[in-house]
């Protein structure tokens, strides 16, 4: 008996082998997803507790009350573990931040070269910052800024010393919150810091504004 051809229909063919590279595309697809989602930068914001929130304002307010700048205690970061996976890809303070649940308290960074400019900056006004307020012509209000108050020989520069020095002072806020990471949501605790600060150098007999508003001479 002679062998009896077969012949294959075309699609039966096909259909097991497209299958198995649309297999083979769903498996690679499947791990580049993994790959990509491991790589998306993770946004950790940290919170501090008050009393360190108060001793970094305190430490940048005395910046700008010395010549240079120079900081009494700078603050510092705890190291993280080293080797640890986390660190590699987010770095030490967002790994830290990760491994403990996404928002770490640890001392706040205070010395930095933006917030050393901006302080410098200040301490060429000081003089004449320390000169208006005991003339009463300027005072601390409680946002950690200058306002202007109704003393005596006020002139012209008060203005455009108070400019000058809040917009100082509020890029020191805005420099401190995002070099530490801290959500916008915590600007209030911040400007409470700095505003505790200002009001505590401030001397007897010149203008701070209480914390309910009101303006006295301390």
């Given amino acids: 008996m002679g062998a009896e051809a077969v012949t294959l229909d075309p699609g039966e063919e096909a259909r097991p082998m497209g299958s198995a590279r649309l297999g083979r595309r769903v498996a690679v697809l499947g791990f580049a997803a993994v790959v990509l989602g491991a790589c998306v930068p993770v946004t ?6 008050q009393e360190k929130l108060d001793d970094a304002a305190s430490q940048i307010v005395d910046m700008s009350r010395r010549p240079g700048g120079a900081p009494s205690a700078p603050g510092s970061a705890p190291a993280s573990k080293p080797g640890s996976s986390l660190e590699r890809w987010l770095g030490p ?7 403990r649940g996404g928002q770490v308290a640890q001392v706040p960074k205070t010395d ?12 060429r006004r000081l003089g ?4 208006w307020l005991a003339r009463g012509c300027v005072g601390e209000n409680n ?5 202007a108050r109704p003393g005596q020989g006020c002139s012209g520069d008060v203005a455009k010393l108070i400019g ?10 805005e420099t401190f919150m995002r070099q530490n990471k801290m959500a916008p949501s915590e600007a209030g605790r911040v400007r409470a810091s700095f505003a505790r600060a200002h009001r505590d150098r401030v001397q007897g007999g010149q203008w701070i504004q209480t914390d309910k508003g009101e303006w006295v001479k301390k």
């Fill in 44 to 49: 950790v914001n940290l919170t501090f507790p």
């Fill in 93 to 99: 303070r967002e790994a830290t931040a990760q491994e």
């Fill in 112 to 123: 930095t070269e933006e917030l050393r400019r901006l302080t410098e900056s200040q301490n």
């Fill in 128 to 131: 004449a910052l320390q000169q």
């Fill in 143 to 147: 946002q950690g800024l200058l306002e």
């Fill in 164 to 173: 000058e020095e809040n917009r100082d002072r509020q890029a020191i806020v």
